[in-house]
């Protein structure tokens, strides 16, 4: 069931009908929760995926309430770190940010935008302590 629901939840997302993608999301998570029956993967995909439609309302933090326990559920899911990642980044948290995107590139070296994302913390994190520092 958790399946079925979670490719109807993919579905929504793609066609940007936030608010029903997020309704099937919350019923993978609670079938999972409930039933035990599903993979940590999708349960961990259902959490990233709630999170970034939180993310696109720009509620922030509820979205990395839920890539955290998308990374709890499944730590070896690079993505949610990524989004974590790219939130922390935006509200200047730029050391958690750095992890984050580390933690990403530890995981699949080969993620691009992480390699990005990387660089552009640490100029941005250097800036900041050059700022704070009156240099």
């Not at 995107?101 to 935008?113: T, Y």
């Amino acid at each position: 069931m958790a399946s079925d629901l979670l490719r109807a939840a993919h579905a929504q997302l793609e066609k940007r009908h936030l608010a029903e993608a997020e309704a099937l999301y919350e019923r993978v998570i609670k079938s999972c929760a409930r039933d035990r029956k599903c993979s940590i993967e999708d349960l961990a995909v259902a959490f990233n995926n709630r999170g970034q439609i939180k993310y696109f309302r720009v509620d922030f933090y509820e979205a990395m309430d839920d890539y955290t326990e998308a990374i709890r559920v499944n730590p070896n899911f690079e993505v949610p770190y990524y989004n974590r990642g790219l939130i922390l980044y935006r509200l200047g948290f730029f050391d958690e940010a750095i992890k984050d995107f580390q933690k990403v590139l530890q995981l699949n070296p080969k993620f691009e935008e992480a390699k990005i994302s990387l660089k552009q913390s640490v100029l941005d994190n250097e800036e900041k302590r050059r700022r704070v520092a009156g240099i």
